[in-house]
């Protein structure tokens, strides 16, 4: 009974390098949440996915960040043309359907930007 | 309208003793309220939540009161041990029918001292 699976857990890229984040829900998940978190923040929601639609991006930056969940494999995030203030930690969230409100979180992953 | 404050930033509790974090919201569309535990370098754990139509909900020694016509709520710990030293996060969101983003609150750093 797997929980939500990220990968890389950490990812150091230079600036203007792009940044591929990839999180596996839970087994039986259909509904994805990336959140991103600051240093010394809370987390900020940024988009919400299901299966081949993204439902809901009204946090993510209008430029450079976009996310996919395919019918096959892992929901990704990618950033291009990283620069430092997208350093943070990044975390994936699954539920099990929309009104199920319980989202469980992966380990995240932390993004260095040099 | 879509904040949630969460107070205090930070907090030293003696083992044994009480802990209590509040939070205040502004949406009275928030039908849904998890608090969340992060230990360094995890991810958030889902604690407990809460559901407007019951003022307080227990699991363990872990304890939410809501005040629904205050729009607010709390997290208690009763016999607060070290191992509950971690940084927790209150959270709201909507109900079915909308894409259940959390709004997550600032965090509390709890220190439980031996």
């Known amino acids: 009974n797997a929980g939500v699976m990220q990968n890389p857990r950490h990812l150091v890229r230079r600036r203007g390098q792009e940044a591929r984040l990839r999180c596996s829900p839970m087994?039986?998940?259909?509904?994805v949440y990336w959140y991103r978190q600051l240093p010394e923040e809370g987390l900020k929601f940024m988009v919400y996915?299901?299966?081949?639609?993204?439902?809901?991006e009204s946090g993510m930056p209008k430029e450079r960040f976009s996310a996919e969940f395919p019918k096959e494999g892992p929901s990704i995030l990618r950033i291009q043309q990283v620069v430092r203030g997208d350093s943070a930690a990044y975390f994936c969230?699954?539920?099990?359907?929309?009104?199920?409100?319980?989202?469980?979180f992966g380990p995240g992953t932390r993004l260095t930007v040099t | 309208q879509q904040q949630v404050k969460q107070s205090p930033q930070s907090l030293i509790v003696q083992k044994g003793g009480i802990s209590i974090i509040n939070c205040a919201y502004e949406?009275?569309?928030?039908?849904?309220f998890p608090w969340y535990q992060q230990f360094p370098g995890k991810g958030p754990a889902l604690l407990i939540a809460?559901?407007?139509?019951?003022s307080e909900k227990k699991e363990g020694r872990f304890t939410i009161s809501f005040n629904k016509s205050a729009k607010q709520f709390s997290l208690h710990i009763m016999d607060s041990q070290p191992g509950d030293s971690a940084t927790y996060f209150c959270?709201?969101?909507?109900?079915?029918?909308?894409?259940?983003?959390?709004?997550f609150g600032q965090g509390t750093t709890l220190q439980v001292k031996p």
């Open positions: 959270a709201a969101s909507t109900g079915s029918g909308n894409t259940g983003k959390l709004i």
């Open positions: 949406n009275t569309a928030f039908d849904y």
């Open positions: 969230a699954s539920s099990l359907q929309i009104g199920e409100h319980e989202q469980y």
């Open positions: 087994k039986g998940h259909s509904h």
């Open positions: 996915l299901q299966k081949e639609n993204i439902i809901d």
């Open positions: 809460i559901r407007p139509d019951v």
